[in-house]
């Protein structure tokens, strides 16, 4: 449904935040997983047409949105990591507002569609209340409720679940995951179990480069069998990290437990069975491929 090909972009300041970029995503949950500065939101504002890249194009269901934005526009929902919100306004009004601004000049059709969409978050007990005393989740879900308005087809969230609780992540992932059903959900995060359990598709981007992608199952079954472990002393770690490649380290119960790579299994660790965690450790890891 969304084709990216080849794209590319280096803002003035000499950053290269897209590096060759090319995915398929169709409808269902997709998951963009990757650190701090890998070029996640780049890549968002890219295919949202919020921003143009240097070369490479996107394709909606055929349509090249960067020369035609319109195309993408009307079917876009698009929920930022940072979102303004009037915070003296009712959750009831921000909605009927938003759903105005997108063009649903109709009150009688507003009020039935935020009516649905405050029941469809969970908010319609809070719709008389001001956006201000909302709770991080509350905000969140106000957001989902305002980007689903419209129907769109694709729908794009930056961070969404970062600094909820973990009932409210549940809540508004699964809001997500309903979206998907209909839509084409692309959902960017750092926190890799917000992809591992919902996400039918996974690609992992680092310093611009899409360095993995498939289902979650191919993603892992890519590193199976070159991940060791083994709980070491703190003194071994500077020696191990001399010698070893090593992908993650980790306390458990007050001890080191390290994660290398390597061809063969290193003297006295263990073979890993992965999950996508590792997966996303491995692929992240300085001087992987
Ligand atoms: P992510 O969403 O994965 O954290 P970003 O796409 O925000 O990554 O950033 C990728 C890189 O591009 C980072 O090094 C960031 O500092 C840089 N960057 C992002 N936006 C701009 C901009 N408008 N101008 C200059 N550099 C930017």
Redesign the pocket.
């Known amino acids: 449904m969304i084709e990216i090909s080849n794209i590319s972009?280096t803002?003035?300041?000499g950053?290269?935040?897209?590096d060759n970029v090319s995915l398929s995503i169709p409808v269902g949950l997709y998951g963009l997983l990757?650190?701090?500065?890998?070029?996640?939101?780049?890549?968002?504002?890219t295919i949202a047409t919020l921003?143009e890249p240097d070369s490479g194009s996107v394709l909606l269901n055929g349509v090249d949105v960067i020369r035609q934005k319109d195309a993408m526009r009307a079917t876009l929902g698009y929920l930022p990591?940072e979102f303004g919100f009037y915070p003296t306004l009712s959750g009831e009004a921000t909605l009927d507002h938003f759903a105005e601004l997108k063009g649903i000049k109709n009150s009688k059709e507003r009020k039935q569609l935020t009516e649905t969409l405050l029941r469809q978050v969970n908010l319609w007990d809070a719709r008389k209340k001001a956006v201000g005393g909302y709770s991080g989740g509350m905000k969140q879900r106000l957001g989902i409720a305002i980007a689903l308005v419209g129907n769109p087809g694709v729908i794009i969230v930056?961070?969404p679940t970062a600094g909820l609780d973990p009932t409210e992540r549940n809540r508004f992932l699964n809001l997500l995951a309903e979206a998907g059903e209909r839509a084409a959900v692309i959902l960017?995060t750092?926190i890799v179990e917000d992809v591992q359990e919902l996400c039918e598709r996974v690609a992992i981007?680092a310093k611009?480069r899409v360095v993995a992608h498939g289902t979650p199952e191919t993603v892992i079954a890519d590193v199976s069998g070159k991940l060791f472990r083994r709980t070491v002393g703190k003194h071994e770690l500077g020696e191990i990290e001399r010698t070893l490649q090593v992908v993650s380290k980790r306390l458990v119960a007050g001890k080191p437990v390290v994660t290398v790579t390597a061809d063969e299994c290193p003297a006295g660790f263990d073979a890993v069975k992965p999950g996508l965690e590792d997966a996303y450790f491995l692929f992240t890891a300085d001087g992987a491929k």
């Open positions: 972009k803002y003035p300041n950053v290269h935040a897209l990757g650190p701090n500065g890998a070029g996640k939101s780049s890549l968002m504002r921003q990591q930056d961070e960017s750092h981007i611009g």
